[in-house]
């Protein structure tokens, strides 16, 4: 299975274009509003672009705003499915008469319809859910039965719009397993904001700002080492973006961050700079010593960290311990310089 | 806010009452009635209609301050209204039937006396389109006959025709009144109607009338009568009398109604 | 669980205008069914005439009730999910029938399907005539019903919104299956209860009736208009079926309310 997706759609300012290899999972990530549901919308066919072809295994189900011709194949003919982040199971069908519903829509016959619907109940452990109706189910069974479904009509692609964002934070984890294994030989977007779906459900990551790609890559590249603000906002880490001037990173501001290359950048190459928290030391008054980069900040929360306490400002942030804050006598508002290593900053070209 | 709410209902009450209080031009008001003048009420058939507003006219202009107000309907329903209390002075009914009831509920002052007769005729749209030619024609299926109801006075006249006649009409439609089935004949929807000899003058010239010699025995006579309840009783004798008279037959005869 | 104080929460003198319409409607029901002559009531409403009557108002406003669902079903949903210029005028002149005085109504479809009519002389040349039939009746009832079938069904569809159906089309389902298995079992008690007002209302039809069909017994009079004649000469019979009017009424609008409350 292969999809190749560009979109254009003018009235939200989105411009995307992405593909998805044989039974991979990518994931859409960004802030909301970003476009990422506009971009699920447009595969599934809910949504026309301005300009956009979407290419699956080969068959052309979009191609408008290019040339005279256009093609956009109706989405109950796609065999694309989605699923959103309420599962919409139709509150007059069982739970096993909405798995079944995709079989039957295709043609199948009521008792193989509902042998289909038996075994993927199965697959995602909603087998004792079967007879009940959507009223009786909680967010995370109506959900489970919701993955069923878009499954059962054995879908080429399987499209996810942030499915554990209406659960509750202790049912989440079972779905992320459920989703993994099902998902596994399978090819599927998801789209989403979380990290830890990023990690386990997908192979490759898609970063999406104000309408646009920003970044794609491996999961692990993504994280490890991230090329955009969101990016690195959810990997937990600091990163400051410019062009190269010598050693560091100038930002358009005029702001230094040195650091460590580890491959080859010319002055002017657009390039970041990154750091983790962890790193970064907090200091009320400038110190004079061998750390190359001094940069003042003013506090705008703190937070739990584990053990730890992290230091926000408005664009990084700083992991330190209990004992530091209070001696600092730091509040919200303060304002501090944050001290980093030139050994511990690795600045990369994007 | 409060002293605004006040100014507004002030006014309005000063309006209301300066709008009652205020004689209204005695001349468009159908009913008012101020101190100098009487109205007289008549409940007559409606078939009666154009003819009675001209003697209504007539009576004004010979007795001053008097003012002729007229309910035409069907006569049953003048009745039903006569019988729930409606204030009336004179009751000129279609046929006999509905008179004696009003007999019957004692809302009739001394004996009704007949004052006009009319009889059947058939009634064809301009031009005849059907080529009915005699009572016989409508007893032909092919034709669309409309007739009056039994149970209103002129659908009464039409099964006394049959019976007389021995001819079956075949209707497609029993209508309320005949004002229903002249308004089916005119837009020609219907190829022949069953009417009274004056609804056909007073259709003019969208239909034509056919004269069919079995009418002759069939005549409906108008009873007319001043009410008991009535609160202008000389008023009503005097108007029944204009009616009686000379004058009135003359315009009822000029409508094609016959002499009682 | 602890009960609410207050019942219902309702301010105290609500009930007092509610309690005045409810006797404004009931009370006149009910002076109608003392007037009844109870010795004769059988005799009057079992009469050739009266069930003639019935029989044609029953067959004719069902026949009605069905052609309402499948022409008024099809404009609600274009009504409620396309969206067109002039779609506002094309909503107002659909629903004129709610207010326009039926006589009118009746005049109008004369001058549509009479013999000199619009569309009524092409028919009379085809040897189709429909004035003084049975199918006037229909058509009449369906005229002055159809926007009550539309008028609910539209709401309804309205308010259910269009994401189950974006949901059943990824499920591969075309068109006319989501009609089928989502839309319309969806709305089913939109659409029940606006099948409910339309019978209602054709079941009380009556100028537009007497203007279009006309009035023949077993042909083209209804019950309405037979009770409209009866007053000429028998009131006894005229209120006696007014009452059985009543009765049919009532007895539908209930089966409807329980079916529907029977509905999980």
Known sequence: MSLEVSATVRERDVDISFTVGDGETVAILGPNGAGKSTVLSVVAGLLRPDVGRVVLDGRVLVDVGRSRSSTWIAPHAREVALLAQEPLLFPHLTAAGNVAFGPRSRGQGRRAATAVAERWLGEVDATELAGRRPSALSGGQAQRVAVARALAGDPRLLLLDEPMAALDVAVAPALRQMLRRVLAERAAIIVTHDLLDALLLASRVVVVESGRVVEVGTTRDVLARPRSAFAARIAGLNLVSGLVAGRGVRTPAGLVVEGMADVPVHDGDPAVAMFRPSSVAVYREPPVGSPRNVLAVTVTELEPHGDQVRVRSEHLTADVTVQAVADLALVPGDEVVFVVKASEVAVYPT | MRKRLAAIAAVALIASLAACGGSDDPSDDASAGSPDETTLTVYAAASLKSTFTELGKDFEADHDGVKVTFNFAGSSDLVSQLQSGAPADVFASADQNNMDKAIADKLVEGAPVFFASNTLQIVVPAGNPAGVRNLGDLADPEVKTVVCAPEVPCGAAAVKVEDASGVDIQAVSEEQSVTDVLNKVVTGEADAGLVYVTDVLAAGDKVEGIYFPESDGVVNSYPIAPLADSKEADLAAQFVELVLGDVGQKVLTDARFARP | ?264
């Open chain 3, 1 to 264: 669980m602890p009960r609410p104080a207050s019942g219902s929460g309702l301010p105290g003198w609500v009930f007092v205008p509610a309690a005045a319409g409810a006797l404004f409607v009931v009370l006149p029901l009910v002076a109608m069914a003392t007037r009844v002559d109870w010795s004769q009531f059988v005799t009057l409403v079992t009469s050739d005439s009266s069930r003639a009557a019935l029989g044609l108002s029953l067959r004719t406003s069902l026949a009605t009730t069905v052609l309402c669902v499948v022409l008024g079903v099809p404009m609600a949903m274009v009504l409620a999910r396309t969206s067109f210029r002039g779609q506002g005028v094309l909503r107002s002149l659909v629903l004129l029938p709610l207010v326009l005085p039926p006589v009118v109504g009746g005049i109008a479809l004369l001058y549509t399907f009479g013999r000199h009519g619009l569309l009524g002389h092409s028919l009379d040349v085809l040897g189709v005539q429909i004035a003084f039939s049975t199918t006037a009746v229909v058509m009449a009832q369906t005229f002055v019903a159809l926007p009550f079938l539309v008028l609910s069904l539209e709401g309804s569809l309205r308010t259910a919104g269009s994401r189950y159906e974006q949901v059943a089309s990824t499920l591969g389902a075309r068109p006319t299956t989501v009609l089928r298995r989502v839309t319309l079992p969806l709305v089913l008690p939109g659409l029940v209860s606006g099948a409910v007002l339309s019978f209602a209302r054709a079941l009380g039809e009556f100028g537009a009736t007497l203007t279009f069909a006309g009035s023949l017994e077993g042909v083209t009079r209804t019950l309405p208009l037979e009770i409209y004649l009866q007053r000429e000469s028998d009131a006894d019979a005229a209120v006696a079926l007014s009452l059985v009017l009543v009765i049919v009424a009532v007895v539908v609008i209930g089966l409807a309310r329980v079916r529907r409350g029977g509905l999980a």
